[in-house]
Nanobody, 125 residues
Framework: QVQLVESGGGLVQAGGSLRLSCAAS????????MGWFRQAPGNEREFVAA????????YYADSVKGRFTISRDNTKNTVYLQMNSLRPEDTAVYYC??????????????????WGQGTQVTVSS
């Protein structure tokens, strides 16, 4: 079992920045690839970013590439999402998730088997 708790969401003006954190407990954190997803009202949950177990590889959705950075600190069992140049269309509930190692891909929610409760990010224009 893995427990995930996100924090750091809030209200920010367009062009601003936020850093989301996701604290993990349970299974050995360093053995898990991690991802961030988001879901806006009426939309499906969509991939934002993922990071390998060591942090050496990162993957991003085209919509956030160059603006968002995923990172992790295995000594603190925490994964981060630094979000810069925020846009109103980034408004959503953001979820962190632990990757299921049975899958080789990273962009589908079905490839993750543990989820946090989500944190709201609202970007005003």
């Amino acid at each position: 079992q893995v427990q995930l708790v996100e924090s750091g969401g809030g209200l920010v003006q367009a062009g601003g920045s936020l850093r989301l954190s996701c604290a993990a407990s349970g299974r050995t954190f360093s053995s898990l690839a991690m991802g961030w997803f988001r879901q806006a009202p009426g939309n499906e949950r969509e991939f934002v970013a993922a990071i390998s177990t060591s942090g050496g590889s990162a993957y991003y959705a085209d919509s956030v590439k160059g603006r968002f950075t995923i990172s992790r600190d295995n000594t603190k069992n925490t994964v981060y999402l630094q979000m810069n140049s925020l846009r109103p269309e980034d408004t959503a509930v953001y979820y962190c998730a632990a990757h299921n190692p049975r899958y080789s891909g990273y962009v589908s929610p079905i490839q993750y088997n543990y989820w946090g409760q989500g944190t709201q990010v609202t970007v005003s224009s």
